[in-house]
């Protein structure tokens, strides 16, 4: 799969060419100007895993430098400080990696209600930081 066959081509393209400048990514506008935001959570899901090059269910910070290539394969690595935002916006325990768990439609598990399960992952996240209407979250 593709990320073409998820998202048009044409959001794609603009949204790339948006941010070819160094240290001009906006992760919140480049989210939304790809379509994420219409989009259902098992179609973020994939877009995770096309992301998710090593197929760890993780991203990692070397992953996420070399995500707008995950996109398009000709746009430019993030540069050593967005990829430091974007990873802070994304690993909300701190280990340095953003996971796949979590949904966007239910909160975050309560730790003393769930001990087992972790910190919200990668979809919680991005739509939590990105997605949700202000009245759940101001966007700065």
Do not use: N, Y
Not at 35 to 46: M, N, P
Not at 70 to 76: P, Y
Not at 129 to 139: E, V
């Amino acid at each position: 799969m593709s990320m073409t066959d998820l998202l048009s081509a044409e959001d794609i393209k603009k949204a790339i060419g948006a941010f070819t400048a160094a240290d001009s990514f906006d992760h919140k506008k480049f989210f939304q100007m790809v379509g994420l935001k219409k989009k259902s959570a098992d179609d973020v899901k994939k877009v995770f895993h096309i992301l998710d090059k090593d197929k760890s269910g993780f991203i990692e910070e070397d992953e996420l430098g070399s995500i707008l290539k995950g996109f398009s394969s000709d746009a430019r690595d993030l540069s050593a400080k967005e990829t430091k935002t974007l990873m802070a916006a994304g690993d909300k325990d701190g280990d340095g990696k953003i996971g796949v768990e979590g949904s966007p439609t239910s909160p975050p598990p309560m730790p003393h209600l769930s001990p087992s399960r972790g910190p919200p992952g990668f979809l919680f996240s991005l739509f939590m930081l990105f997605f949700t209407p202000p009245s759940f979250m101001a966007l700065e």
